[in-house]
């Protein structure tokens, strides 16, 4: 892992552990302020809320076992291990780009149909949304991960990360299957392109009404109830496309390592920085809980 001498490791470990940590705990004061605060019981903050479980269990997914191979240096990973992260970490990836995607159709809705926002996206509807969220990401990584695992490998694998990604995997396997080559594809379009293609229209509609509003104060004061959504999706999307679009060679390890990190570890410590930052009544709520 980033071809460390070893001398180094002692020092990545304690990085990587403050960034983790700082992660979690970030995430859930987050979660904390939204359940104890009755005015923050919206739409937009129950799924701020869920967002950052779901950032919790995507760095738990992998970092953990990062700090135990830097503090130990037993790099090895069993079979069942190994599948058993795929499966967890791309569950939590499709959670992740769904959740923003409902996150951008929640903003879209609140400001170019405010009229409709409460019944649109009423208490009862968001608690379907997130059962629907969640079950269609178990489905998805099983329909994932089961054909990957019933293709022919070699008995010892060198994969050049700090965790089992699929696809990474799937290069080594012996003959991979066009069939899961077409669902590669097929997953990267239905939870990567569709729900940013989506969050683009939804972004296009929201400008085109925040540009309509006369006085500055109202545009400044609209934009910011989606600034922070808007943020993180950018951070998200351009970490994750070029994580993933850089082509396998040796040279582009280590820049895929690295990438790795921001998307994985650094992203979900970011994401409610961001949300805490840049929201007014989040913020307020933070500072209460802590008085």
């Known amino acids: 892992f980033f071809f460390l001498n070893p001398k180094d490791k002692p020092k990545y470990f304690g990085i990587f552990l403050n960034i983790y940590l700082t992660g979690i705990v970030l995430n859930l004061v987050v979660i904390a302020v939204v359940c104890l605060d009755v005015h923050l019981q919206s739409p937009m903050y129950v799924f701020f809320c ?12 992998t970092v ?4 135990y191979i830097l503090l130990s240096g ?5 079979v069942t291990r190994c599948f058993s992260q795929m499966y967890f970490y791309v569950l939590c990836a499709s959670a992740e780009v769904t959740l923003l995607f409902v996150m951008g159709f929640d903003r879209y809705v609140a400001i170019c ?3 409709f926002h409460h019944r649109i996206l009423n208490k009862k509807i968001c608690i379907l949304i997130m059962a629907a969220i969640w079950v269609t990401s178990f489905i998805n990584s099983l329909m994932f991960i089961i054909p990957l695992r019933k293709l022919p490998f070699r008995k010892v694998l060198r994969i050049q990360n700090f965790f089992c990604d699929a696809i990474d995997i799937f290069k080594f ?10 669902l590669i594809y097929g997953e990267i379009v239905v939870f990567a392109l569709v729900p940013f293609i989506c969050n683009l229209v939804f ?8 540009l309509q509003i006369k006085s500055k104060e109202g545009r400044i004061k609209t934009f910011s109830t ?16 070029l994580t993933y679009m850089i082509p396998f060679s040796e040279k582009s390890v280590l820049m ?23 929201n007014k009544e989040l913020l307020r709520s933070c500072q209460k809980l802590l008085k």
């Open 50 to 61: 869920n967002l950052s479980s779901t950032d919790i269990c995507y760095t738990t997914v």
């Open 256 to 278: 895929k390592q690295i990438l790795s990190v921001m998307y994985i570890i650094v992203v979900p410590m970011i994401n409610p920085l961001i949300y805490s930052l840049r």
């Open 173 to 182: 396997s012996k003959g991979g299957s066009q069939a899961y080559y077409s």
């Open 74 to 78: 037993d790099d090895l990973l069993s």
């Open 113 to 115: 149909r405010p009229l």
């Open 203 to 210: 972004y296009g509609n929201i400008i085109r009404v925040i």
């Open 226 to 241: 989606c600034s922070s959504h808007l943020i993180v999706m950018i951070i998200y999307y351009s970490a994750g496309a």
């Open 64 to 67: 953990p076992n990062l700090l």
